[in-house]
């Protein structure tokens, strides 16, 4: 080591093939532990030169926190229709004569699979508003949330230019306020006479982590030719972190 106007000066240090740098923080410090040089590598027996040594460096791992895991899950209920009342957790609403539940909003009239289904409107009745709805819990940390569902449309409505007989499917606040814009099924819609799978993606999901929201399935049909939506296998795939 050289000092230099007051300072220490690293020294290099040169053992047969390899260069060590040596630093010390102080004169002091130096006087006190001498720098020691390693042992001189051994001589290549071939060429009577100083072996080359390779010395490898083990790093500890640096990782920041795990990101949270994610888990998703169906929180509907009975969402085939084949649960049996009481106990289901479908309601049925109407602000029509009490004669529209002479047809039942779980009906075994059409089903995608197993024997039943939901449904809204009617085969027989005109001027019905009627509601089909069931309140679901969204757990905490919310991520992404998607209602999908299938629909059959059956109605005697005859044109394909003018709607009269309206469907509507959206999720809202237990207040009845829709968060989502509803999907609307009419008399005009393609996919008439068959079923249909649709999906619904809830924007913004995180504001409704923890709320309860209402998953729902509307008709209103005017006063002529009847029209029914059938809905089945419905499921709300919402994923949370844990």
């Not at 390693?38 to 390779?54: F, H, S, Y």
Request: with cysteine.
């Amino acid at each position: 080591m050289r000092k230099l106007f007051g300072f220490v000066v690293p020294a290099l240090i040169m053992v047969g093939a390899v260069t060590l740098f040596a630093t010390s923080l102080s004169s002091a410090d130096h006087s006190a532990r001498p720098l020691v040089p390693p042992p001189p590598a051994p001589l290549d027996t071939k060429t009577n030169r100083p072996q080359t040594l390779t010395y490898t460096a083990f790093l500890p791992d640096i990782m920041g926190p795990l990101p949270p895991a994610v888990q998703c899950s169906n929180i509907v209920a009975n969402g085939d229709f084949e649960g049996v009342a009481p106990g289901h957790p479908w309601t049925g609403v109407a602000n029509t004569t009490a004669s529209v539940y002479v047809e039942p909003f779980i009906s075994t009239a059409r089903a995608h699979g197993g024997a039943k289904s939901g449904r809204v409107g009617s085969s027989s009745l005109n001027n019905v508003w009627n509601e089909m709805i069931q309140t679901v819990q969204m757990p905490a940390g919310v991520v992404s949330a998607t209602l999908t569902y299938w629909h059959y449309l059956d109605t005697t409505e005859t044109s394909l230019t003018t709607v009269y007989d309206r469907f509507s499917v959206g999720i809202e606040t237990e207040q009845g306020i829709q968060i989502v814009a509803p999907q609307q099924i009419d008399n005009t819609s393609s996919g008439r006479g068959a079923w249909v799978q649709e999906t619904i993606d809830l924007p913004n999901p995180s504001a409704y982590s923890a709320q309860r929201l209402w998953l729902s399935f509307k008709a209103a049909t005017d006063s002529n030719l009847p029209s029914s939506l059938y809905v089945d296998d419905v499921s709300f795939a919402v994923c949370a972190t844990q």
